[in-house]
């Protein structure tokens, strides 16, 4: 199992980015996919996740109506929109996998939001 993100950088706060996490060595089309975060010191929070066919999709109160997640299922592709981004939001996010018992991340990608 890979999990490669891709799309953090810096941006000015109101800003938008679109992170990508790009999935091999499993069949991606049948697991639900999270994106999480990480602030420094501290655990790891679910950000928003998708199922299968991308038809059912949860998200944190905090980025509620800012950010949304997707799913290309023919590219093994999980994507996080975050649009209206805050301070708050600078993080390291990760996407994850859960297959059997087993929890697989990628390396993260850093989202910095600052003027």
């Known amino acids: 199992v890979q999990l490669v993100e891709s799309g953090g950088g810096l941006v000015q706060p109101g800003g938008s980015l679109r992170l990508s996490c790009a999935a091999s060595g499993f069949t991606f089309s049948g697991y639900y996919m999270t994106w999480y975060r990480q602030y420094p010191g501290k655990e790891r929070e679910v950000v928003a996740s998708?199922?299968?066919?991308?038809?059912?999709?949860n998200y944190a109160d905090s980025v509620k109506g800012r950010f949304t997640i997707s799913r290309d299922n023919a590219k093994n592709t999980v994507y996080l929109q975050m649009n209206n981004l805050k301070q708050d939001d600078t993080a390291v996010y990760y996407c994850?996998?859960?297959?059997?018992?087993?929890?697989?991340w990628g390396q993260g990608t850093q989202v910095t939001v600052s003027s």
């Open positions: 994850n996998v859960k297959i059997q018992f087993d929890d697989y």
């Open positions: 998708i199922s299968r066919g991308g038809g059912n999709r």
